[in-house]
């Protein structure tokens, strides 16, 4: 097994809890439509280790960042329906704050009482997480006595609530929720060879490659399915059709190949395919022999052949890992291959670990959750754990640095905040504070159910801001993307396949518009009735006339 270094995990801690300040880098990124969550397995996750600390009378502050803001604060992006969440879950008060750094959130940490939890707000909308900027890392750490890392869903990242931090607080562990998460993966690693199964989908093998290659030295057996499969299928000189390719990586796919050959690992790749003549879900579908694609045939699943080979294969297995669909299990028709290894690896008496945000979607459907031995919460961070890379969010727990002191850089930050409107909420210059006090008036008391409108209002003037700089932005990709097709057109079918995954992804994430016309259509009828008042009144005059 990868010799890495172990951090201390929180109930091994050196030091009192009770009444400490302890911020908490949880995952709580989870999938939303509209203001309402479509899945709590993260903040599930996430309950252990908020409960010790709760139970400890510790004065536990909560971040963890949601979607992909890229540095901009966008209301539908809010932590608050989290914070509902959280609060139904936990069964106490969750306050919310308004920004994740500033006088407010400083001021909300210094009265936080031991018991009590604070959630901050996305620290995404800030550059400076993804950035691991230093000054912000030093905000996040202002009054912290200890740091807790239990998001593995982000350790491979090295952003400022993940590996910054740790620079300015000398207290650090790892959570309930990362100990599981490294137990069952060093777990899987210690498994012995014979008996190891590799299961690996998804779209590209740039994204997997790597950790491919890491499996192919410690398991025997290799399955590959998903968009990914069609590259090693040409590298192998067989006719894949209209099938997605990454004809930059096909020498890297046939090199791999060849090493598993001589290495006596067994790669099996699909027999034969679920095709389609468009990449739509309405599109025509048939099953294809291996090596039989007409030119326009798009592949989008494993056939039933194939299906049955990894099923058998899984069977016999005493360890498994599955990362990535077996093809688009979004659609009815090309779901089958997914489904079928799914119930193989639920069935199979072996340990098992699934991962990645596809392959643990199936499982969740199917209600096999509880069939397998560990379901991981991150995808890529597993996936590099398994390659034996150092993940920077553990690798900074057990860091043997002296403390920083982050004050000096904490006074730059707020000035540099201000200047650079980095945090938009806090107002103090024009009332935002009380009246004879420097303190600003805390924004928790706002309840937790309304915060979301409350967000909307203040954000409205920034959100109107920045649609020009968002429209200049698209157009500038559209302009560049059309150009380089126009010189790259061997490129256009695959573009148009992205385009369709990417619209499916849309769809299925766009909240129902249904509502929100109500919505809009209530707000105008107070509107209407006045405009027929007006007209009444307007008859009445011309009648008395």
């Not at 499996?215 to 192998?236: D, E, P």
């Not at 090493?259 to 027999?271: I, N, T």
């Not at 540099?416 to 409107?421: F, K, L, Y």
């Not at 259509?521 to 011309?542: L, S």
């Amino acid at each position: 097994m990868l010799s890495r270094e172990t951090p201390t995990w929180i109930d091994e801690l050196d030091a009192p809890v009770p009444g400490r300040r302890v911020f908490v880098r949880a995952d709580l990124n989870v999938p939303l439509k509209g203001s309402t969550i479509t899945d709590d397995e993260r903040i599930r996750a996430s309950l252990p280790t908020l409960e010790y600390l709760i139970s400890k009378n510790a004065r536990v502050v909560v971040a963890s960042h949601l979607g992909r803001p890229k540095g901009r604060v966008k209301a539908k992006l809010s932590m608050a329906p989290i914070a509902e969440r959280l609060q139904e879950l936990l069964g106490c008060e969750i306050l919310l704050a308004d920004d994740c750094v500033g006088d407010a959130v400083s001021y909300l940490k210094r009265k936080l009482e031991p018991g009590q939890v604070l959630l901050l707000e996305n620290t995404r909308f800030h550059s400076g997480e993804t950035k691991n900027n230093p000054r912000f890392a030093a905000d996040l750490a202002h009054h912290i006595d200890i740091y807790v890392n239990d998001a593995f869903g982000a350790a491979h990242r090295a952003h400022a609530t993940t590996e910054g931090i740790c620079h300015h607080v000398s207290l650090r562990c790892g959570g309930h929720l990362l100990r599981k998460e490294c137990d069952a993966l060093d777990k899987l690693l210690s498994a012995p060879r014979s008996g190891f199964c590799a299961i690996v989908g998804g779209a590209k093998v740039s994204d997997k490659i790597g950790a491919l290659s890491a499996l192919a030295k410690r398991a025997n057996s290799v399955l590959i399915g998903g968009a990914m499969a069609y590259t090693f299928l040409k590298a192998k000189g067989e006719r894949v059709g209209a099938s997605l390719v990454e004809d930059d990586k096909i020498s890297v796919a046939g090199q791999f190949l060849k090493a598993c050959e001589a290495s006596g690992v067994r790669v099996y790749l699909p027999s034969d395919h679920t095709v389609a003549d468009t990449f739509a879900e309405d599109a025509n579908f048939e099953t294809l022999e291996a090596d039989t694609f007409s030119p326009s045939e798009i592949g989008v699943d494993i056939g039933p052949r194939t299906r049955a080979l990894y099923q058998e294969v899984i069977r016999d297995s005493k360890t498994i890992l599955w990362n990535g669909p077996m093809g688009v299990f979004e659609w009815a028709a090309s779901a089958h291959g997914t489904k079928a290894v799914m119930e193989a690896v639920a069935d199979a008496d072996a340990y098992s670990v699934v991962g990645g945000g596809d392959s643990v979607a199936a499982l969740n459907l199917s209600g096999r959750r509880n069939s397998v031995s560990h379901v991981s919460t991150g995808g890529g961070a597993s996936l590099e754990y398994i390659q034996g890379k150092t993940l920077p969010g553990i690798a900074a727990l057990t860091r043997k640095e002296e403390h920083i002191g982050g004050d000096a850089l904490r006074a730059e930050s707020i000035e540099a905040n201000r200047q650079e409107n980095l945090h938009p909420f806090q107002d103090f210059e024009t009332g935002g504070g009380r009246s004879g006090s420097n303190d600003p008036t805390p924004m928790d008391q706002v309840q937790v159910s309304g915060r979301l409108e409350h967000i909307q209002a203040r954000l409205a003037r920034i959100e109107q801001e920045r649609i020009e700089e968002e429209d200049a932005y698209q157009r500038m990709r559209a302009e560049k993307r059309t150009a380089y097709l126009a010189a790259n057109p061997e490129k256009a079918e695959t573009a148009a396949i992205f385009d369709a995954l990417e619209a499916d992804k849309e769809r299925a994430a766009k909240p129902d518009t249904g509502s929100s016309k109500k919505r809009i259509v209530a707000r105008k009828a107070p509107a209407k009735k006045k405009t027929r008042r007006k007209k009444a009144a307007r008859k009445t005059n011309d009648a008395t006339s």
